[in-house]
């Protein structure tokens, strides 16, 4: 298992603003990933961030609104740039943990005004 | 394009008795199959899970069911107990692939 923790855990930010979201893992693990849960939505995947490469983005998720750094083996950052209402979520970061189970960490709940 | 489905947002079940969730999935691709419990201000914990090899498995109260001719699981939770108040999500992926589908989440309510 691993454990995680993400800071901060909650936030609000104003129009235009960027927040940048920090994710802590306690062991090394290869494959880091970012999710959005929107209010009543399921989770939908951002981006996998693999260290030392890019961040592999998904469909409708780009670069530029979502930065995403994974310095090493145990940490990774995802920036929410120049935020609006929509982007009021929670974001999870998880790790890839056995065959295709993930734990995730507690989450970050951003409300933009 | 909402790949993997749980059709019902909500379910209330009295202590002792089963709870079912059901989920459905359309990509006939996907062969391994997750379940997820999630509590307020937590993240999703693993539950269970199963390969599109196997019909059932088993963990204690949790059991999985997969019908693949359907492409339809469900989780059976017996007897169900007041904590297991929680959304959970359904998700699904195959083989050599990263990423896992999450289904919208059933709210399951156990009223003691």
């Known amino acids: 298992s691993a454990v995680i923790s993400q800071k901060p855990s909650r936030d609000i930010c104003q129009r235009g603003t960027s927040l940048t979201i920090q994710c802590q893992v306690d062991?090394?693990?290869?494959?880091m990933f970012w999710y959005r849960q929107q209010p009543g939505q399921s989770l939908t995947l951002i981006a996998t961030?693999?260290?030392?490469?890019?961040?592999?983005?998904e469909s409708g998720f780009v670069i530029d609104k979502f930065p995403i750094s994974r310095p090493n083996l145990t940490f990774s950052t995802l920036t929410v740039s120049n935020m609006s209402p929509e982007d009021s979520s929670i974001y999870l970061c998880s790790v890839l943990a056995g065959t295709y189970e993930q734990y995730f960490g507690p989450g970050t709940r951003l409300t933009v005004t | 394009d909402q790949q993997v489905k749980q059709n019902s947002p909500s379910l209330s079940v009295q202590e002792g008795r089963i709870s079912i969730l059901n989920c459905d999935y359309t990509n006939s691709m996907f062969d391994y199959f997750l379940w997820y419990k999630k509590y307020p201000a937590e993240g999703p914990t693993f539950l269970i899970s199963i390969s599109s090899i196997k019909d059932k498995n088993e963990d204690g109260r949790f059991t999985v069911f997969l019908n693949k001719s359907a492409k339809h699981l469900s989780l059976h939770i017996v007897p169900s107990q007041p904590g297991d108040s929680a959304v959970y999500f359904c998700a699904a992926t195959k083989t050599s692939y990263d990423k896992v589908i999450f289904g919208p989440g059933t709210s399951l309510s156990v009223i003691p």
């Open positions: 062991s090394q693990v290869t494959m």
């Open positions: 961030a693999n260290q030392g490469s890019e961040a592999t983005y």
